[in-house]
Structures are given as C-alpha cells and as structure tokens.
C-alpha cells in the first residue's frame, strides 16, 4: 500500500516563527502537493511539485514555500508564521502526469493540524 | 471558472438505507474522478477512482458512476452502516478540483 507519512500530527507554534512542515511517500510518485482544509472552505491547494527540485503555486501560496529535494520528501515552509495559518494541513502524492492534467490516482496522509497563538 | 459541487452538503439517514451521494462539475474534459471519506481530523481515505475511460466502479457495499456528456458522478451506498459517518469528498483529476463534501451522518 502506498503510504504518505506527515512528520507532525500536531504542531502549536507562536506568531513569527519558522515553520516546517514535512511529508514522505514511500512509492516513488512523481507529484507531490500540499493543501489547506478550512471549515467551509474546503480543500485549497497551497502548492505542487511533479519533480525533484519543481515546484508550481496553487491557488493560495501567499505565506508559504516549498522544498523538493529528494522525490520521496516535500517540505512545506512557513517563514513568519501567522495565526490566520492555524489550519489542518494535508499532503498527497500520485504518479503520472501527462499533458493537459493530472492523471493518477491521489493518496493522503494523516494531515498536520498547526495552530498558530 | 471550472468547479465541483456536492449535493447534499449534509444528510443524515436511518441505518441500513441505501443513498446516493452527488457530484457535478462544470468542465466536461474529465480525466479521472476520485472519492474520498474523511473521517474527523483526519486525513482524506480513497474509496474509489474512475478512469475517464470507465463508467463506474464497485468496492463492497459501494458503487461510483461518471457520466462526463452530463458532468456528473454518483456514489452509491447501499445498506448504510454507523461506520459510514464521514464527510466524502469527490475531486476531478484534470487541475485537481475538489468538491465541497457531503458530510454524512448514519442514525443507528
């Protein structure tokens, strides 16, 4: 079974800080992506990858950054976080992609519930 | 803008009824359509995925259609469980769009 790992289940940090959030998947997918979930407001992409070192905005990156290094691992980063940052963050990853879209079959880990004071 | 729309946003039925659960979408350039179940503070589980190609598929007491001349999807539960108690969520593969959710709730 592919297994997508979030490093955090939960994190509580103060306005200002770094912070990083990390994700592993052990089934050499290529793309990898990190979402927010509000009440609401439901899933928003926040960025992609699709290879080592790349990187694509989502709909809301304003705040935040990535790091692809290696392919198992993308990295979300929050420079100064921000308490309108407290939110459950989610990871996934998927294989393929081909022109025009997205074409594999997402998987998601537990998700990492950050709450900013 | 393309979306995804779920229809109900909640429903709440008795124990062992079957339901259907919706999701519509605007751009019929479908590639795949997956659901998922998303317990509370959880992460999101896949119940199924339709390939553009395919009509339906079937896992246990669940079954998901897609008909992209219509832009829609069902998902099909049959014989409701308390377990079933979740939120589910369809996304269209093609730009990664997710639907709202319809969040479920079982009545033993």
């Known amino acids: 079974d592919v297994k997508v790992t979030q490093s955090s289940r939960y994190l509580v940090k103060r306005t200002g800080e770094k912070v990083f959030l990390e994700c592993v998947q052990d089934?050499?997918?290529?793309?990898m992506f990190w979402y927010r979930q509000d009440p609401g407001l439901g899933l928003r992409l926040i960025y992609f990858?699709?290879?080592?070192?790349?990187?694509e905005k989502g709909d809301i990156p304003e705040g935040y950054s990535v790091s692809r290094e290696k392919k198992e691992r993308f990295s979300l980063i929050l420079e100064s976080a921000s308490t309108n940052q407290t939110s459950m963050y989610l990871c996934?990853?998927?294989?393929?992609?081909?022109?025009?879209?997205?074409?594999?079959?997402?998987?998601f880990g537990e998700g990492s519930r950050l709450t900013v004071l | 803008k393309q979306e995804v729309t779920q229809i109900p946003a909640a429903l709440s039925v008795p124990e062992g009824e079957n339901l259907v659960l919706n999701c519509s979408f605007t751009?019929?350039?479908?590639?795949?359509l997956q659901w998922f179940r998303q317990d509370p503070g959880k992460g999101l589980t896949s119940l199924l995925l339709i390939q553009s190609s395919q009509r339906e598929q079937t896992s246990g007491r669940l079954n998901a259609s897609l008909d992209k001349s219509s832009g829609r999807s069902t998902l099909y539960i049959a014989a409701s469980q308390p377990g079933d108690s979740a939120t589910y969520l369809c996304?269209?593969?093609?730009?990664?769009?997710f639907g709202s959710g319809t969040r479920l709730s079982i009545r033993p």
């Open positions: 089934m050499d997918h290529e793309n």
């Open positions: 996934a990853s998927s294989p393929g992609w081909s022109s025009g879209g997205f074409t594999g079959e997402l998987f």
């Open positions: 751009d019929s350039a479908i590639y795949n």
């Open positions: 996304v269209r593969a093609s730009k990664i769009i």
């Open positions: 990858s699709y290879d080592v070192k790349m990187k």
